[in-house]
């Protein structure tokens, strides 16, 4: 929880709710992994206060904010990792994404 409070009333006042959470279960060699993250943002903000969609911390394969950016945000991903030759691990990456754009 994050709250922005100004002295000044022409400045921006916000409070912001964030959550994650993650479990992973190894079956074998294989191991599964998933998380959910998300979270909401209330009142005068500025943009660099938005949730941004994409990069390592969301959705791998896409820039910083390349998939977009809001409110409120809510993704999801699981992760199938298993041993190719004992060295090379293959993931197979799933991910779902819920933007609201204000």
């Not at 912001?16 to 979270?39: A, Y």
Request: proline share 4%; hydrophobic share 45%; glycine share 14%.
């Amino acid at each position: 929880m994050e709250q922005g409070i100004s002295l000044r009333p022409n400045l921006l006042i916000f409070n912001r709710f964030n959550f994650f959470v993650s479990n992973g279960l190894k079956l074998g060699p294989t191991i599964f992994s998933s998380w959910l993250s998300g979270g909401s943002i209330f009142g005068s903000f500025g943009p660099h206060q938005a949730f941004a969609i994409g990069g390592v911390n969301s959705v791998r394969g896409y820039g910083e904010g390349a998939i977009g950016c809001g409110q409120s945000c809510l993704v999801s991903k699981a992760e199938l990792a298993f041993p190719l030759v004992y060295v090379i691990l293959i993931n197979i990456i799933s991910n779902i994404i819920i933007v609201r754009y204000h």
